[in-house]
């Protein structure tokens, strides 16, 4: 089962090992197709038309895969308790780690923050 | 300059609503919105009430809205980041952050609302760390925890049932001495084991490290505090009209919300208004999608009287 998003799916925890060993800067929500959830994802799909960030993938992934304990066990999102969570990936390292709904501005804040261009 | 005959602020079922009406009557619409389409329909859950529906999820029914106004014709920008708006000149006008403006003799107001928060020291900080404002996304991460609903109107005391699903105790603090929701939702609520009241009394601070671990309450009458230590807080105190930017330029009451005259025009001519916004006792998708037909209506009419 995958999240119906017009995002590229994350399935496996081996694939989005690949993908942040292949790309510098990723971007990956891990939720369900829930009201907090679907904001960010729609935000993502915006940010990734505007071709302003290009130099960023964007991912979501299924929270209640089993295959999503590689982002749920994250010692960076110990003590989230609300969907989605979402980690920012560089060089295959997290440096960014947010619980529950977050707004344009707080992602973009931390896009240009942390995948600066 | 993108010349429009009408600019709708809000991408949520008014505005979506009023996009389809005035571009399938030819006229050329833009709907610009700061977040995603659906406003706060896309954050509900389930909707059983929209005629025509069954049962259909919030983000769905937006994005059929959003596909109806756009196959008629209307542009829909989501996400827009705006820079100002100018609602007093004759062509009101919408400038983005890019630089980008747009332009129309007409224009309405369907910012919605959104859920309020309680404004306390430590609210945001624990937000997805504890606080929750929606019981069906983050409800199971409290299983067999305990945990407080903030509230006493129907949404706090329906959510506070359905939270005892997961919570092994639900308390509920509210400010007042008697509940703001139907008889069948208090009786619901008083029949349940899992779930006490704090009455008159409120949060006024969060604690915790990496998650929240306690809350200080004050009993109001008495201004008295204690600490009690709690896994969750989710929070239903109802919601405020997103009409900031417009203090000052049009009429609200002492609740921010806009005031309509009839036809949903605002005190400024060609200015209308419609959804959560406005002064209205009831807030519903149904109601949202009568506003934004019955001032799209108007708006149709205004535009033809000055043409």
């Not at chain 1, 209640?64 to 304990?69: I, K, M, Q, R, V």
């Not at chain 2, 389930?46 to 008629?72: D, H, R, T």
């Not at chain 2, 008697?178 to 601070?205: T, Y």
Request: glycine share 10%; hydrophobic share 40%; charged share 20%.
């Amino acid at each position: 089962m995958t999240l119906y998003t017009n995002l590229n799916h994350v399935e496996t925890a081996e694939q989005l090992g690949k993908i942040i060993q292949e790309n510098e800067n990723v971007m990956v929500c891990c939720g369900r197709m829930g009201p907090m959830c679907v904001p960010v994802y729609g935000i993502m799909e915006d940010l990734e038309k505007s071709g302003k960030y290009d130099h960023v993938k964007f991912y979501d992934m299924l929270f209640d895969s089993p295959e999503a304990g590689i982002i749920r066990n994250l010692p960076e999102c110990r003590g989230f308790m609300g969907l989605p969570f979402t980690v920012y990936y560089k060089n295959g390292k997290v440096v960014k780690a947010t619980s529950s709904i977050q707004n344009l501005d707080q992602i973009t804040d931390i896009l240009d923050d942390k995948f600066e261009n | 300059m993108n010349q429009f005959d009408t600019i709708i602020l809000g991408a949520g079922p008014a505005g979506l609503t009023a996009g389809i009406y005035l571009s399938r009557a030819k006229r050329k619409v833009v709907i610009i919105d700061k977040g995603i389409p659906g406003g706060q329909m896309v954050l509900t859950h389930e909707v059983a009430n929209y005629p025509g529906f069954e049962n259909i999820s919030g983000y769905m029914l937006s994005m059929n809205m959003k596909k109806q106004a756009e196959l008629f014709g209307a542009k829909v920008i989501s996400n827009a980041a705006i820079k100002a708006v100018n609602l007093v000149d004759d062509q009101k006008t919408v400038t983005l952050s890019n630089g980008e403006v747009y332009s129309a003799p007409s224009f309405i107001v369907a910012t919605g609302g959104r859920s309020r928060q309680i404004g306390v020291n430590g609210e945001s900080d624990f937000t997805g760390r504890g606080i929750s404002y929606c019981a069906t996304c983050d409800g199971d991460f409290f299983t067999g925890k305990e945990i407080i609903v903030v509230g006493g109107g129907n949404t706090a005391l329906e959510e506070a049932v359905a939270l005892t699903t997961y919570a092994k105790k639900v308390t509920i603090v509210h400010q007042f001495d008697k509940w703001q929701a139907f008889n069948s939702a208090i009786q619901e609520m008083e029949e349940n084991p899992a779930i006490d009241s704090i009455m008159e009394s409120r949060i006024v601070e969060f604690r915790g490290d990496e998650k929240l671990n306690e809350v200080v309450i004050e009993h109001i009458p008495t201004g008295s505090t204690y600490v009690k230590p709690i896994d969750g807080v989710f929070v239903f105190i109802g919601y405020v009209p997103n009409t900031e930017d417009f203090k000052g330029i049009l009429e609200l009451n002492q609740w921010g919300e806009i005031v309509v005259d009839s036809t949903f025009q605002t005190n400024l001519k060609g200015v209308y208004a419609a959804g959560d916004s406005i002064v209205k006792r009831y807030r519903q998708i149904t109601t949202a999608v009568s506003d934004g037909t019955i001032a799209s209506l108007n708006v149709a009419e205004f535009l033809n009287s000055i043409e």
